[in-house]
């Protein structure tokens, strides 16, 4: 009697593991602080603020100083470059920005704050690599597209809306408490 107890207990317990754990991938390393009382008014705050609002997020190091590369959805195709000044800042390492060191972040209108990776999750599965990066698309920039497959994915949901069925874009667990506070993706 215990034993099918037990059996029976094992077998509830392996369906409960699917939850929320798995709206996020762990496939590739993530990490990505941004203080934004250091830096008001960027456009990072902005996506974090703007219904609808998204960001492309891209780092590099120029002389022992950390860039952030930050690229709106509003249709100006202006990437801001913001120079973490500070020793706390550069002291962070921001080579791992997913995929292919970049990250897409934004205030969605109806799921709250969502971390995308901006490469083609669909492609990295199928073909290995690192070479598919999304980029804007639609007339409110709402979506992106792989330059690759030709895939459309909703930012609101990361889930494929045009082109061939596939997965959904590779997610981030993204944390921000407003203005002034600091922002932080990573799984």
């Not at 008001?40 to 609808?52: D, H, M, R, V, Y």
């Not at 709106?72 to 706390?88: H, M, P, S, V, W």
């Not at 292919?100 to 669909?122: E, H, K």
């Not at 070479?131 to 992106?144: H, I, M």
Request: aromatic share 10%; hydrophobic share 35%; with cysteine.
């Amino acid at each position: 009697m215990k034993a099918r107890l037990l059996m029976a207990l094992v077998v509830v317990l392996s369906f409960c593991g699917c939850g929320a754990e798995d709206l996020y991938t762990s496939d590739y390393a993530c990490r990505f602080v941004f203080n934004t009382k250091y830096h008001a008014g960027t456009s990072i705050e902005t996506a974090l603020n703007g219904p609808g609002m998204y960001t492309m997020i891209s780092a590099s190091k120029i002389g022992g100083v950390w860039h952030i590369y930050s690229t709106l959805n509003d249709g100006q195709d202006k990437t801001e470059d913001i120079r973490l000044n500070t020793a706390e800042e550069n002291y962070a390492d921001y080579s791992d920005l997913g995929a292919a060191n970049g990250i897409i972040i934004g205030l969605s209108n109806f799921n709250g704050l969502v971390a995308w990776d901006r490469q083609c999750a669909n492609c990295l599965r199928d073909h290995g690599g690192l070479r598919y990066p999304l980029r804007w698309a639609g007339a409110n920039r709402q979506s992106v597209e792989c330059t690759n497959c030709g895939r459309l994915y909703s930012l609101e949901t990361g889930a494929v809306t045009e082109g061939d069925p596939g997965i959904s874009l590779f997610r981030y667990r993204i944390s921000y408490a407003g203005i002034g506070s600091v922002v932080s993706v990573g799984n």
